[in-house]
């Protein structure tokens, strides 16, 4: 699966989590608006926090276990430093756009309105997004089971929308920023994080124990 379709499943699946309902919507792409808040079971704020330090640990445990020897170990620090670049993108763009949450109010053309308004774009949905593309791009074609990462993103991005942390731009948004630096990231032949770290780093925890 390339990239411009990954891109696209992300695109119709926020659009379906748009038209859900009879809405007013707005936004960049007209298709913003509030679902009915819902902070309960699978969508438990908890839930959403668990899946972010789950993946966190996985790609360091991994990127550090594996080391950058072989196949596997690169994918892994490829999608470390994805996931980086991914925060890193996210943090600069949320402060840019200060785009007000549909927790803060129902509008969704509130731009640019200071700090502390952080909606635009959702750094957790991209961090997730980022972290897996290098996988499914490496592993989809042979193993099509890989395409199932893509649940994790898809998940958090409902989530999100539904306890009004984020508008549907907003998810949309990421899940196109964090699979183009998940591709930037596996179309480089080193890891940045290991070209930088001390060269020990390219050989796997595994392999020293």
Same mark, same amino acid.
């Given at each position: ?56 640990? *996985?790609?360091?445990?991994?990127? !550090? ?8 170990? &690169?994918?892994? /620090? +490829? #999608? ?67 395409? *199932?990462?893509?649940?994790?993103? !898809? ?8 306890? &009004?942390?984020? /508008? +549907? #731009? ?40």
């Amino acid at each position: 699966m390339t990239v411009s379709k990954l891109a696209r499943c992300a695109a119709c699946t926020v659009l379906a989590i748009a038209c859900s309902g009879a809405f007013a919507a707005g936004g960049p792409f007209g298709i913003d608006h509030r679902l009915a808040y819902d902070n309960s079971g699978i969508w438990k704020r908890q839930n959403q926090n668990v899946l972010q330090g789950a993946v966190g640990v *996985a790609v360091v445990a991994g990127a !550090l276990w594996e080391g950058d020897g072989d196949r596997i170990g &690169r994918v892994w /620090w +490829q #999608s470390l430093d994805a996931a980086v670049i991914g925060a890193v993108s996210t943090e600069v763009l949320k402060r840019t756009f200060s785009r007000t949450r549909p927790a803060e109010s129902a509008d969704p053309n509130l731009w640019f309105q200071g700090k502390h308004h952080n909606s635009f774009p959702s750094g957790e949905v991209a961090f997730v997004t980022s972290a897996v593309t290098p996988f499914v791009l490496e592993y989809g074609r042979e193993h099509p089971a890989a395409y *199932a990462l893509e649940l994790l993103p !898809l998940y958090d991005a409902v989530a999100r929308v539904k306890v &009004r942390a984020h /508008w +549907q #731009s907003d998810v949309l948004a990421s899940f196109v920023l964090g699979t183009a630096v998940g591709y930037y990231a596996h179309s480089r032949g080193t890891s940045m994080a290991v070209d930088v770290l001390p060269g020990g780093f390219s050989i796997g925890l595994k392999t020293r124990f």
